[in-house]
């Protein structure tokens, strides 16, 4: 495995005929980093579920470069969902449509449907531009982190995951720190109302004012499978801890407005909620990287990517109560 750093353009060429030749491709996207593959070439697809550990019914996000590539992977595509595709990409956004001819069953886990996203970061455009020029339709990304684990928001941190895993062919592309850092908000586009199955950036009242519909939260979860959906999930090693009470020795992340409680090691201490978010799963990262036991993380209060905040915490925090 190589590591491309601020890759050149022939170094981005280079990767994409790697993707083309069935070899992975960790990048960078303004979410988290993705783990990419030839989302047309099954044995490429399944090496991502044997290098993540992923349960193989579990379906796969295709990356596309723009809005016009969608109707090779989706059909029977509804108005609202267009009108989010024309408001909300490229951006943190995951359409879940129903699937065209190009999306097998090795992609979607046997689902009728397919999730799609045009990312919004330079280096995966390129990325999908060359792909797409060497006759590439689409990239299979999940998260590059092992099933269950906190997502990637740093090239550091897939090396950490993944780095054993891959093969000699593989590359991964860094850009450094991916600028939102939770993963994209997915929603089911598959009935007449749009329906949230994980929240992100783009939120139900941005969803609402662009399409003028009521949105759903949850409404399919019976339908479709969604591993971001189990509540032990986005785990560190330590174990988190929802609230400002920390004892010494233990981590602790919180917006700068809240101290230090007395002998406890400072992970992160974020001005606004938009650097929380930017900084959290790194600062989960750090606790394990210190070999901390807890990390205590104390939820900030509000609307939009707080609320994401809040929902990831609680995955993180459960997932631990289990061991
Ligand atoms: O921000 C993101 O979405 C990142 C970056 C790399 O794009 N990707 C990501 O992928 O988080 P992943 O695989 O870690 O999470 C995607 C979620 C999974 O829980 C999967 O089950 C769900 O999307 N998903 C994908 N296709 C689906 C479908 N057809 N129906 C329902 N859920 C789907
Ligand atoms: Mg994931």
Same mark, same amino acid.
């Given at each position: ?14 990767? $994409? ?38 349960? /193989?019914? *579990?379906?796969? =996000? ?35 449509? !129903?699937?065209?001819?190009? $999306? ?10 397919? @999730? ?42 897939? #090396? ?15 850009? @450094?720190?991916?600028? =939102?850092?939770?993963?994209?908000? =997915? ?12 929240? @992100?950036?783009?939120? !139900? ?18 339908? #479709?499978? #969604? ?5 032990? *999930? ?6 988190? =801890? ?6 010494? @020795? ?17 992970? /992160? ?7 929380? /978010? ?7 990262? $750090? ?6 036991? *807890? ?10 990517? $707080?609320?994401?905040?809040? !929902? ?12």
């Amino acid at each position: 495995m190589k590591v491309f750093s601020n890759p050149t353009q022939n170094e981005i060429k280079f990767a $994409a005929k790697a993707l083309k030749d069935g070899n992975l491709v960790a990048f960078p996207t303004e979410t988290v980093y993705g783990l990419g593959a030839d989302a047309e070439n099954e044995k490429a697809v399944s090496r991502i579920y044997s290098v993540k550990g992923r349960p /193989a019914d *579990h379906p796969l =996000i295709v990356h596309i470069s723009s809005v016009n590539q969608m109707s090779k992977w989706a059909i029977g595509i509804p108005d609202y969902a267009t009108k989010l595709a024309r408001e909300f990409w490229p951006g943190p956004m995951t359409l879940i449509l !129903e699937r065209g001819g190009l $999306a097998k069953d090795f992609i979607t886990g046997g689902q009728k449907s397919i @999730g799609l996203r045009v990312p919004n970061q330079p280096l995966a455009y390129s990325l999908l531009i060359e792909f797409e020029l060497l006759g590439g339709k689409g990239l299979a990304a999940p998260s590059a982190n092992k099933f269950g684990a906190v997502s990637p928001t740093n090239c550091e941190a897939v #090396v950490e995951e993944l780095g054993i895993s891959l093969d000699y062919d593989d590359l991964i592309l860094n850009a @450094g720190q991916c600028e =939102i850092g939770l993963e994209s908000t =997915i929603i089911d586009c598959t009935s007449n109302h749009p329906s949230i199955l994980r929240s @992100g950036a783009i939120t !139900e009242s941005m969803i609402r004012n662009a399409t003028g519909i009521s949105v759903c939260f949850d409404c399919n979860k019976h339908k #479709v499978k #969604v591993s971001g959906q189990y509540v032990s *999930h986005y785990s560190p090693r330590a174990k988190v =801890i929802v609230g400002k009470f920390a004892l010494p @020795g233990q981590g602790f992340i919180a917006l700068n407005s809240v101290p230090t409680p007395v002998g406890v090691i400072r992970l /992160a201490a974020p001005e606004t909620i938009e650097e929380f /978010a930017k900084i959290f799963y790194k600062s989960l990262r $750090a606790a394990d990287q210190l070999g901390l036991k *807890h990390v205590a993380v104390c939820q900030p209060e509000g609307d939009g990517l $707080a609320n994401v905040i809040r !929902e990831r915490l609680s995955k993180a925090a459960f997932g631990r109560e289990l061991l």
